[in-house]
């Protein structure tokens, strides 16, 4: 029985890695690994920042505890073998050069077996990422929760921006639009048409209108049926949350998901074959009292338990302490 | 097909009109117009500082984009022909020289044919409004959302002041009370007996235990039947929406709406002949990140899309981009 | 009939005891008692500063006023005789003479028949509470409201903190625990087992999941029926709310109660006998804006209508203003 | 010896009254009192929020302590007597109600022969105050140390607000203006030819460029000279200090004085027989940290250094503890 | 005599740009001509955010007012013709592009006669300021007060970032290094030897430490009699001044100027011929309570009266109020 | 020559360690090293919170960078093999437990001929460390830089507290107090006669207005000649700086050093013995931008310099980029 408490071991003490999983880039024995990815120069709207996101989602997973007793009464860090790798060595301005950064050092994670949970940087990062995993995954479909499709048209000369990730993803075939899932969306947009755009490339919309009207179980069993076992590049945009509860964001928009209706939608993907996880759009500057990057924190701690259910690491040993 | 994007037009670049609707008081043209009444004299209880609020709104409506593809894939601010007319010129103290200047800022817009959405400025620069739509409207009726009545009994050396203003409105029979309804009332008042005298009145309460306890869709069903298509003045105080939305508020009380929760009653009014539109109540010194402002701005552009409703301007091109 | 408003008495002047209550320790005609407990040397995790929690929560009930026309439309204050008996005079760093002073005061309002409504410091003032309404009362129950159980296995060098306050009070048999109840459990933990371990001291945990899946109703008819007239020691734990609602917490947990399903939880339980309240973990300096130490302010108004309805309290005189 | 610290008396318990002197409106036996002055609506130009000065200098207050052992090893609040009376009934809006209950606490005040140490409330409340100082001490003086002058010409209808109190002052004979001084002035206004106008009603303006260039010494040694044993109506706008220093005042103006500066300038008036001390201007919702109410409340401990020294109370026992 | 108040003309009312100067972009009749540059993506560093620096000093600026009584005791906007351009309409990634756009707008200022005084955006932006003001000034020198030279060597791939724009103004001979000055540089930097580099280029360096040994009156007159009647290019970066008046920058750095004195080295500047004001790198995400953006707005004012005392616009007229 | 720069290496970017120094325990090669202390418990009065001082100072020091032109044109931290050894294992509560970690932990650095650049925690952390140099420094004197002596007299239950640290390194003959001195002394404590005790123990004082009569010179030329080359303990308090700069400490003293003179006085104790630093007291929840953790970072830093300059490590190697 793995044990540690607030007497031996404070919160508040020594190096923030991810819940203080080790700092390390070997991955020989991990499950996952944590990778972070302070990228931001695709923030083209308004709001930039989320280069520090990185760190302030380590700053606040301090907060986090390894149990959960009704959830997930094992340390799931440790379960999956959990490694925090630091952070991909991009620089500003060059998106190009980031981008291939981006996909070697995901892939080198990927191609090792292991899943990689990212953290952004802004939305932009996805589509690097999407490569990487596409290669290893190459039936890979998309799930997709946020409050904007970033599925927008482009230009040649701006192709790659936070808002055309999920373009370049269909066009480059990277996932399998038609089985892929926009979920969440919501709110204003610079252009009209939007919709139809991103249904021409073949993707599934999910408002968070319909979804509410629909109900979560329902919208769910229609993921999995669609889904099953394929691989899934699973992407939140920290944005899909209430301004309430994710201030911290570039491009808020009013009536998201509350903590607990964004926390049971990820519970709701409990046996999909998640390949890798993708959490975005912290903007440290924007946010007030770390709350957009402790939820941020937090649902990638959910996704360590949905990791863990998948690969049968859920074990609770029967030891009462 | 109108378009605009981050790349042509980043929001944070020049003049923060509502939206960056264009700064003008001519209403040639006009199917509404945006002006604000930074006066919060009648702030009696304690958090004043409303007179800011216009300014902190416009600033915060640089974070709407003109499309919503779920709800108006259309551009509400060109299809309304919207202009903002910039601030009434009150100035602090004298209340009654204020209400003047207000009614008469106001009685221009509605004579002229076009819909005023109002930004606040604290709740007693509701009644010159009302006075001002009156005139062109007989049979107006008030839709007021609101943790508070504003119906409170006065003294006359303290006639006029935030909470008084559909006492007035009743007794100056510039509402039809027994059409008019508070929707939202919740949290404790300084008064005893609150209720009787707004229903002595002809007001009808529905408290926002009740909204909830009967579901909103039976509510707005009553609104509907009762209003009809007589014109309706909308009135939105800021502290129907819950602190953790809305911090930077007068009066602010816990338990009310969501922002999810205030949207979707919006969008149920469309159909009604919503002639005036008023959102007061923002105090920035007391709100933070801007969020109350933010919202505030949400919920003007939800009065566009429902003054294109019931206009008929809600028309959508059908060229693909 | 009792009459104040904003005009004759704006909240922002004069002392802040809680919701202009006299500041008085003489109890002779009161049927409550608000008492501050500025003790945060339990805190062991992170987050310590609950020692200016009582102040916060003074300051911030100035936003409170006294009577809520729906809820309970007389004055609760002056209906309960209420005095603020200041703070406890506990210092720093000496947990267990705090823990005689605390238990010292508080039994000194139990035995004058009077109920206490304190406002902690952190968790851990809950338990010499315990003890000290234990001695007048032999037939306790608890129902504590929190997103942990504070029911951790201890070692003897650090028995006392703010996980173990109802560890202890099961062990000295405070209460009993087959009839009290951990409501609103959620989140991460530092020990594995942890359900286990309070289960096997008798405890009902009910979830914040479990609670939401039941339904409230269902939940609030288990209490109802296992509790009866039996007196309760009701406690809450702000951290029960979720972070978007009260940040200012010792160890916030995303997911928890919204300000209105908090609220409706306390109504819900009208008719009980409850004998004492605590509310605890305000953290001033991890709030923004005051907003949990409001929350706090306005959950213990809600409170002393639960005092009043049990006590026969809530007559509202006919006279119309 | 007289002793009090940390370990008995933890400055965050208790009421919050000014350095937790006596919450008391009983004069016998006190040389000083405070009173606080909750009233904002003489603010015309900006930021309005000084309503809530008084509280918030309470507050922060907490965090000085009896002794300085430079200064003054005695404790200067036990020496005076001081207590603190609490607010004065002003309520919002009527400006000539409100000077008349200033003028009338304050006089009872005076002409007990106690020293008030006042705050603000927006700098329009100083008038009253010399009112009701100047009825008892008819050959008054004042020093002024501000940002401004607040000695601007008025219309009849706006007669009374906070930037003409010192030309009435001057035009109802209540100090002698060849006397008097305002001291620190600085920065921008609303009107051209002001120092002409300040300087036709007979006062002397020495502005922060002249006070550094002549030195303070010198500046200091004018006023001694000019005013003598004269009584003096100390008076310090908190926007004097720069907004590094005081960010939450009306009128903040850049270049103003450092803590230290200010703490000086107020020293060199020791030998000033002052007869009354007004702080004011903090307006809470425009600080941050609490610190230009921090500052304003050690600001008023050095006016209780200065009264105890020209009161002959500066003795330190010479008991070591 | 031009007159304006606090009665009239409320600071809060109406469309904020620079300190109400009119919104134009007709030069005719102008001198000087605000301009807004929302650039950013020079900054490699750490903190960006600038982009939004123009709105928010034309927010802050709302808090200054026209008359000076010490300084220049007449509206310097009007004396000036003074208009507000707006913002150059850069977008954000595009570096060359960007540049193109802003020497095109500020050659369009400079050619016309006019004096600009920009807002920006990081320092980058002053390089292609400067390309079109040393089009009209072919012997240009520049003084750039900041914490940092910005003439760091580059490589050819970054050329263009906000730490390379006066190496690139030597190299391209925009300004005359032997007559400029760095002044104000303090702090750590990313590169050795940076001074030589700084030197080689032909560069003076006064850091902050030689200014404060040599004195300030000194240093002005090395800078007066090197530069004699040669036109400016003076440049402000709010990184010259320390974080606690200025936090909101993008590379704070501690012991830098007070708001005095900035202002008095400012002022010292009586008499060059300033053909050009540029104020850059206020990050308002980084800021807190608008303090940098307004330090910034003060400076800017105190560049219009440099402007009008060189241009003998500084005529003060006799009628007294 | 050693490179680096915001293109290869951009400071967000990364574990944050001190100044990105390897986080490594290994001494050997060290000159000196860095370690947090992240133990509050000490800290009675008021503001507790420098637990997590540690963390919030290592992320302030990622916008410190390894050159300074001007004081020191090489990297301190490579000079002197610099490490961040991480944080002492304290946990809250148990002062005499975490005292014997600390000098143990300190005691191992110092043994190792290393000099420990400690990041607290509160003052009370000091006694440990001075526990452990002295073990290795029989002759240590301390210089004290702080706003209070942190020499009272004490009762045997509480002889540990932040404030009586240096009254046991005095009884227990860890430093010379005759030597030693207390800079910058002022403002109110808790007790009479402090003074006298203080000088009783043998200890100099030198208050801040003492320092800036005397000037800074002089008094820096006492210390040189009075300590020599004794080893010196050097305890920097940042509550010696003015709130205005650190706001973020546990007991604030308005008129303390500026930024500069803070730094200056450090410059000053150029060719000490320094062979230990202390930096305490950093509470980084009443800290707002990290500004008292940033000047904190900034500290060690200018210590940094101090150690290579006495070591003879500040060689600038001659090569120009």
């Given at each position: 029985m793995t044990q540690s408490n607030s007497i031996i071991d404070p919160r508040y003490r020594g190096p923030a890695t991810f819940m203080k999983a080790p700092a390390s880039r070997d991955l020989a024995g991990a499950r996952a690994a944590v990778l972070g990815i302070p990228f931001?120069?695709?923030?083209?709207a308004f709001r930039i920042g989320s280069r520090d996101g990185p760190h302030a989602i380590r700053e606040q997973s301090?907060?986090?505890?390894?149990?959960?007793?009704?959830?997930?009464?094992?340390?799931t860090i440790s379960h999956l073998g959990?490694?925090?790798?630091?952070?991909?060595d991009v620089v500003p301005g060059r998106i190009e050069d980031a981008f291939r950064k981006i996909e070697a050092a995901t892939h080198e994670i990927v191609r090792a077996g292991v899943r990689p949970i990212t953290m952004g940087?802004?939305?932009?990062?996805s589509l690097p990422q999407m490569r990487a995993v596409a290669k290893c995954h190459p039936d890979l479909v998309a799930v997709h929760i946020d409050s904007?499709?970033?599925?927008n048209p482009f230009v040649e000369a701006e192709k790659y921006n936070a808002g055309t990730q999920f373009t370049h993803a269909a066009l480059e075939r990277l996932v399998d639009p038609k089985s892929s899932f926009h979920i969440g969306i919501r709110g204003t947009t610079y252009r009209q048409h939007g919709f139809s755009y991103v249904r021409s490339l073949g993707y599934n919309i999910i408002t968070i209108n319909a979804l509410f009207e629909r109900g979560m179980r329902d919208v769910l069993a229609q993921l999995h049926e669609t889904i099953g076992d394929r691989p899934v590049y699973l992407c939140l945009d920290?944005?899909?949350?209430?301004p309430s509860c994710a201030p911290g964001v570039c491009a808020p928009s009013w009536g998201g998901f509350t903590a607990r209706e964004g926390i049971n939608l990820f519970r709701g993907l409990a046996g999909l074959n998640i390949v890798a996880v993708d959490v975005n759009t912290v903007s440290p500057p924007h946010d007030h009292m770390g709350m957009a990057a402790f939820l941020a924190a937090n649902m990638m701690y959910e996704a360590t338990v949905l990791l863990c259910r998948y690969l049968g690491l859920d074990t609770v040993e029967d030891v009462v302490p």
């Open positions: 931001d120069c695709g923030t083209h301090r907060l986090m505890r390894p149990y959960n007793p009704e959830l997930a009464d094992y340390d959990l490694v925090d790798c630091g952070d991909v940087g802004d939305g932009s990062v904007h499709t970033d599925t920290m944005d899909s949350f209430d």
